[in-house]
């Protein structure tokens, strides 16, 4: 499937752990709501079965949707959220069918929002496309049979007022939800391709360090092989002259695995105080993905500097580059294009800020290891 397809629970499977917990405090909360509007609105219902059916169809799309929300039963798969919306359109339906007065307050219409709060929990868990469709399934469901309904009931402004304001939660919510899950989902598809890019050349690094320990000596080297076939002996001088070839390529080996992490993704360090090592992975990946979003839109001769704040002992941390876009509209393309690794740049550090100047670009941020 491809990312586009995907829902943030696919994307992040980690962050959907935590969405889970919220799933359970908000459905609790919400099927609490519905009980006591139901037991607050009998002395309004005329037809207490649809009441009664109401009632269990919600519960029932609660609990399906905390059963297929939770992580070990994860993706949560278009079928499943398709049932759990067709029990919550149906009870919704079924409350609204039941009321004999529906001009005794909002708190006793719970079906609209029971109905919205259920599409804010599950919105991480589906596209974007699909929360579209169960909106607009809603919308055209609820609001059609609060606009029959006003036909009978004598409403102060109108019939379409009366269906509108029933379903304007709903439409409110699912369109504000959608539009995070659209700006996550984002954010998450150009992190990740990322960190795709930096993980799927495995045999790369090792043949540039083999590249780049013997090319300075490959002419020296080629010479001497060349003159051991010719004469077909070794001697003492050529044994001394091996031992000197040996040592500066084990030299070179030695150098080479001294590098950090920074240094071997082609960027200058200054660490004068050695604080490195205090960077974690999440941090670490990071900081590589926004180096090679610079890298990738025009920014050169990167270098990381680091220092330790006097004051509050964070790893205070600089990222600069020359910018040679050299068009006018270099900064703003610039911006667009980093928004992605700045977004994620913004979880894992502290006070972050993106400064452009006279070519100049520079990352500043904290980490608070």
Same mark, same amino acid.
């Given at each position: 499937?491809?990312?586009?397809?995907?829902?943030?629970?696919?994307?992040?499977?980690?962050?959907?752990?935590?969405?889970?917990?919220?799933?359970?405090?908000?459905?609790?909360?919400?099927?609490?709501?519905?009980?006591?509007?139901?037991?607050?609105?009998?002395?309004?219902?005329?037809?207490?079965?649809?009441?009664?059916?109401?009632?269990?169809?919600?519960?029932?799309?609660?609990?399906?949707?905390?059963?297929?929300?939770?992580?070990?039963?994860?993706?949560?798969?278009?079928?499943?959220?398709?049932?759990?919306?067709?029990?919550?359109?149906?009870?919704?339906?079924?409350?609204?069918?039941?009321?004999?007065?529906?001009?005794?307050?909002?708190?006793?219409?719970?079906?609209?929002?029971?109905?919205?709060?259920?599409?804010?929990?599950?919105?991480?868990?589906?596209?974007?496309?699909?929360?579209?469709?169960?909106?607009?399934?809603?919308?055209?469901?609820?609001?059609?049979?609060?606009?029959?309904?006003?036909?009978?009931?004598?409403?102060?402004?109108?019939?379409?007022?009366?269906?509108?304001?029933?379903?304007?939660?709903?439409?409110?919510?699912?369109?504000?939800?959608?539009?995070?899950?659209?700006?996550?989902?984002?954010?998450?598809?150009?992190?990740?391709?990322?960190?795709?890019?930096?993980?799927?050349?495995?045999?790369?690094?090792?043949?540039?360090?083999?590249?780049?320990?013997?090319?300075?000596?490959?002419?020296?080297?080629?010479?001497?092989?060349?003159?051991?076939?010719?004469?077909?002996?070794?001697?003492?001088?050529?044994?001394?002259?091996?031992?000197?070839?040996?040592?500066?390529?084990?030299?070179?080996?030695?150098?080479?695995?001294?590098?950090?992490?920074?240094?071997?993704?082609?960027?200058?360090?200054?660490?004068?105080?050695?604080? $490195? *090592?205090?960077? !974690?992975?999440?941090?670490?990946? @990071?900081?590589?993905? #926004?180096? /090679?979003? %610079?890298?990738?839109?025009?920014?050169?001769?990167?270098?990381?500097?680091?220092?330790?704040?006097?004051?509050?002992?964070?790893?205070?941390?600089?990222? $600069? *580059?020359?910018? !040679?876009?050299?068009?006018?509209? @270099?900064?703003?393309? #610039?911006? /667009?294009? %980093?928004?992605?690794?700045?977004?994620?740049?913004?979880?894992?550090?502290?006070?972050?800020?993106?400064?452009?100047?006279?070519?100049?670009?520079?990352? $500043?941020?904290?980490?608070?290891?």
């Amino acid at each position: 499937m491809s990312n586009k397809g995907r829902s943030l629970q696919q994307i992040d499977p980690l962050t959907a752990a935590t969405s889970w917990e919220a799933a359970i405090f908000i459905i609790l909360l919400t099927w609490v709501y519905v009980v006591l509007a139901t037991v607050s609105s009998l002395v309004h219902v005329s037809h207490v079965a649809l009441m009664a059916i109401a009632v269990t169809f919600m519960t029932l799309s609660f609990g399906l949707h905390l059963w297929f929300a939770a992580p070990r039963h994860a993706p949560y798969g278009k079928r499943s959220y398709a049932l759990v919306v067709f029990f919550a359109i149906s009870a919704a339906c079924f409350q609204v069918g039941s009321m004999d007065n529906h001009v005794t307050g909002y708190f006793f219409e719970w079906g609209p929002i029971a109905l919205a709060l259920l599409f804010a929990s599950a919105s991480g868990y589906r596209p974007l496309s699909d929360q579209y469709f169960a909106g607009l399934a809603a919308v055209l469901s609820v609001g059609g049979l609060l606009a029959l309904t006003s036909l009978r009931l004598d409403i102060p402004f109108g019939p379409a007022y009366f269906a509108v304001s029933g379903i304007t939660l709903i439409a409110i919510v699912v369109l504000g939800q959608a539009s995070y899950t659209q700006k996550a989902t984002s954010v998450l598809r150009a992190w990740n391709a990322t960190v795709s890019e930096l993980t799927q050349q495995p045999s790369q690094p090792r043949n540039s360090v083999t590249a780049e320990v013997t090319k300075p000596f490959l002419d020296e080297v080629k010479h001497f092989y060349v003159e051991l076939l010719e004469t077909g002996r070794v001697n003492a001088v050529d044994v001394e002259k091996a031992r000197q070839l040996s040592g500066e390529i084990r030299s070179e080996l030695l150098t080479l695995s001294t590098r950090t992490w920074v240094e071997r993704i082609g960027c200058e360090l200054h660490d004068p105080e050695n604080l $490195l *090592g205090r960077f !974690d992975l999440a941090s670490q990946s @990071s900081i590589s993905a #926004l180096i /090679t979003g %610079l890298r990738d839109n025009g920014v050169r001769s990167i270098s990381v500097s680091l220092r330790s704040d006097p004051v509050t002992g964070r790893l205070s941390c600089v990222v $600069l *580059g020359k910018d !040679d876009g050299g068009r006018s509209d @270099s900064s703003y393309r #610039l911006r /667009t294009k %980093l928004a992605p690794y700045l977004r994620v740049m913004y979880v894992v550090f502290q006070d972050v800020r993106m400064i452009e100047q006279d070519g100049e670009v520079k990352v $500043l941020f904290y980490y608070a290891s």
